[in-house]
Every structure is written in structure tokens, then in C-alpha cells.
T-cell receptor, first 117, second 110 residues
Framework: EAQVTQNPRYLITVTGKKLTVTCSQN?????MSWYRQDPGLGLRQIYY???????DKGDVPEGYKVSRKEKRNFPLILESPSPNQTSLYFC????????????????FGPGTRLTVT | LAKTTQPISMDSYEGQEVNITCSHN???????ITWYQQFPSQGPRFIIQ???TKVTNEVASLFIPADRKSSTLSLPRVSLSDTAVYYC???????????FGTGTRLQVFP
């Protein structure tokens, strides 16, 4: 089954304790992305990756890191989490983003609800 | 990057047709338009994409006028299960950065 998986689904942590949220897709997609979702603010892109070893900042990258060492995995790293990073996080993947007449369908993971106290 | 503007919320009743319009005034020539549906505590789900005129699939129709500065998602005969947040997203041709809007919360009543 084609899917994007995220782990953990729920996480409660304390300020300053480094954490990693994993994301994996089994569709051989080139493009992967992380979003955070907060009430009233919709989905905001944190980082994206166009392919292995190619990443770039989205709209709200401060306080986050990512890596793309393999095509299927795109972990999100919070080196020193703070309470303002309490949010619902989604990972997504798609074939490609760009005007090539391909489907632009992004597949989203189930989400990770993070609470930083 | 084309910013999008949608109504914050809409109400409807079962069996009615619902049209949600998205404004994207600064859309570029080769940008594509996509729509997503999101239920509470789930990731968004792709509904439809289009470039111009009309596109229809088994779930919805997408209407895009000639100037492409707006698009309208049409949901025929909605049911309670269509209660969700709907996002319009413009896919840029010259960058891989994506900007979602704040979405439209559709509430369907019996």
C-alpha cells in the first residue's frame, strides 16, 4: 500500500530536549516536505527536499533541521525544542513539484502531535 | 509565489451543491491549481488539479476562468461526510516551495 508514515504519532517533551520525528514513503517520490499546522494558520511549510541531499527552507524553518540521505526518508529534527513549536506536524511526498504535466498530488502522513512543555 | 485567499467558512445542507472559490491573483503562466480536503486529525487528501477551463473527477469539479486569477471547487450533492477543511494550493512552476492558504471550513448539516 502506498503510504507516508510518521513516527511518533504523539510526543510530549520538555524544552531543550532534542527530538527527531521520522518520515518515510514507499512510493519512490522525489519531493518530500514537512508542514506544521496551527489553529487559524493553516498548513505552513517548514522544509522541503527535491531529491536526495537537496533540501531548502520553507516558510517557517527557524528551529528545525532536516536531512535527506535516502530517497524514502526525510526526518525532522528539533535540536532544542521550545513551547512555540507545539503543533501538529505533517510529512508529505509527491512525484515532483513543477510544471511537467505530471500529477501534483501530495500524499500526507497521519501527523505527529508534538507538545513541548 | 501565488498567495491564495479563500472564505474562512461555509455552511451547507445535505444534497446541495457547494462551490468554494479561491482567489490567486498573482498566479504565473505555468502554475497549476490543486485542491485538498482535510478531516480533523488527519493529513490533507488530494482532490483535484487543473490548469484551465474545467476538470471533473469522481469526487468534484474544478472551474478555472480564462484569466486564471481564481478557481472554484464544486462539490455536487454534499453529504455529512464532506464536512472538512478545503485548501486551494497553487503549484509554482519555477520553485519547489509551496504555500498553503488557511483553507475553508465546510460544515454540512442534515
Amino acid at each position: 500500500e502506498a503510504q507516508v508514515t510518521q513516527n511518533p504519532r504523539y510526543l510530549i517533551t520538555v524544552t531543550g530536549k532534542k527530538l527527531t520525528v521520522t518520515c518515510s514513503q514507499n512510493m519512490n517520490h522525489e519531493y518530500m516536505s514537512w508542514y506544521r499546522q496551527d489553529p487559524g494558520l493553516g498548513l505552513r511549510q517548514i522544509y522541503y527536499s527535491m531529491n536526495v541531499e537537496v533540501t531548502d527552507k520553507g516558510d517557517v524553518p527557524e528551529g528545525y533541521k532536516v536531512s535527506r540521505k535516502e530517497k524514502r526518508n526525510f526526518p525532522l529534527i528539533l535540536e532544542s525544542p521550545s513551547p512555540n513549536q507545539t503543533s501538529l506536524y505533517f510529512c508529505a511526498s509527491s512525484l515532483k513539484v513543477g510544471w511537467e504535466g505530471l500529477t501534483y498530488e501530495q500524499y500526507f502522513g497521519p501527523g505527529t502531535r508534538l507538545t513541548v512543555t | 509565489l501565488a498567495k491564495t485567499t479563500q472564505p474562512i467558512s461555509m455552511d451547507s445542507y445535505e444534497g446541495q451543491e457547494v462551490n468554494i472559490t479561491c482567489s490567486h491573483n498573482n498566479i504565473a503562466t505555468n502554475d497549476y491549481i490543486t485542491w485538498y480536503q482535510q478531516f480533523p486529525s488527519q493529513g490533507p487528501r488530494f482532490i483535484i488539479q487543473g490548469y484551465k477551463t474545467k476538470v471533473t473527477n469522481e469526487v468534484a469539479s474544478l472551474f478555472i476562468p480564462a484569466d486564471r486569477k481564481s478557481s472554484t471547487l464544486s462539490l455536487p450533492r454534499v453529504s455529512l461526510s464532506d464536512t472538512a477543511v478545503y485548501y486551494c494550493l497553487v503549484i509554482p512552476y519555477n520553485t519547489d516551495k509551496l504555500i498553503f492558504g488557511t483553507g475553508t471550513r465546510l460544515q454540512v448539516f442534515p
